[in-house]
């Protein structure tokens, strides 16, 4: 209801422009329109109506989350969502039944229905707070801790020398409470390395561990580029695909069964939202989390 409220003006100045003044002096006729929704998972699902465990962007089927499509996966059908929507005044009963063939909850007026331009499919974009340090990120401290153990994880900890940019977790990091996307953040710059030589239990190569988790630590460097190229995208698009290659190595070990994790299957929209809205700084929880600090 508040930003329906808020939103409001948009009706009409998307459609008919309001005159604005650009920064050379020349006033011009603008026609803004709302196109990017920032919020975590459980803000996503709850604007775009979708349930917990199922994509906000997509209607891939749960079964299939955690694979990798060969093809860019087709956004939710916003025609059949706004059709459902649509019949609210023909009854509960007949709303919540089109609501759900149009695989969404029976959420009463979003904010975004009226709006001109938009797709709030489209307009959910990639986080990379809650994505990846506190989401994949975090997945994967806990599988490497669960593959070669606490002890030697905090053991690795305490040899690290020190260096400029990177903070020494005296106390290792398998044991840490209430981890902060920043505390993740400075661990990636030497996750990798705490790995490199140490042995799996049972003789298994650990050469598909190392590549899987190089994988993603490539792609969360990659996805904060301040600037790209279709070479960037490329490469990005390729530590994505490195990746679901070797991640069987977590389930041949027992530390995973499946990789259905909706976080996991998000890595797959950054390409688009790249495309459309530019770099992830533009809309990156980051900046309005800081604001939860008293």
């Not at 008919?16 to 006033?27: C, F, K, Y």
């Not at 001109?116 to 990120?137: A, K, M, R």
Request: glycine share 8%.
């Amino acid at each position: 209801a508040c930003l329906t409220r808020v939103l409001a003006p948009l009706k009409h100045t998307g459609v008919d422009g309001i005159r604005l003044t650009s920064g050379d002096g020349i006033v011009r006729r603008g026609h803004p329109i709302f196109a990017i929704h920032v919020g975590d998972y459980l803000e996503q699902i709850l604007a775009t109506g979708t349930k917990n465990g199922e994509c906000p962007k997509c209607p891939i089927p749960r079964q299939d989350i955690g694979e990798l499509s060969a093809q860019p996966r087709d956004l939710r059908n916003l025609t059949n969502v706004l059709e459902a929507l649509g019949t609210l005044d023909q009854g509960y009963f007949i709303y919540s039944r089109a609501c759900k063939d149009a695989g969404i909850k029976p959420i009463i007026r979003p904010y975004w229905a009226d709006l001109p331009f938009v797709n709030i499919y489209q307009s959910i974009t990639p986080d990379l707070l809650h994505q990846l340090y506190q989401g994949v990120i975090k997945h994967v401290i806990s599988w490497l801790t669960k593959a070669f153990g606490s002890d030697e994880i905090d053991a690795h900890c305490r040899r690290i020398p020190p260096n400029h940019n990177i903070r020494l977790f005296l106390r290792g990091i398998t044991k840490l409470q209430r981890v902060t996307g920043k505390e993740h953040n400075q661990m990636c710059r030497f996750l990798l390395g705490l790995i490199i030589g140490l042995p799996l239990p049972g003789g298994m190569s650990p050469v598909c561990l190392v590549r899987a988790v190089r994988a993603l630590l490539d792609f969360l460097s990659l996805a904060q580029y301040p600037a790209h190229s279709s070479e960037s995208l490329e490469l990005l698009q390729d530590a994505l695909r490195r990746f679901h290659a070797n991640k069987a190595i977590f389930v041949d070990l027992g530390i995973r069964l499946h990789f259905k994790l909706p976080k996991l299957h998000s890595l797959e929209h950054y390409l688009l939202s790249i495309l459309l809205f530019g770099t992830t700084d533009n809309y990156d929880t980051q900046y309005t989390e800081r604001l939860h600090i008293d």
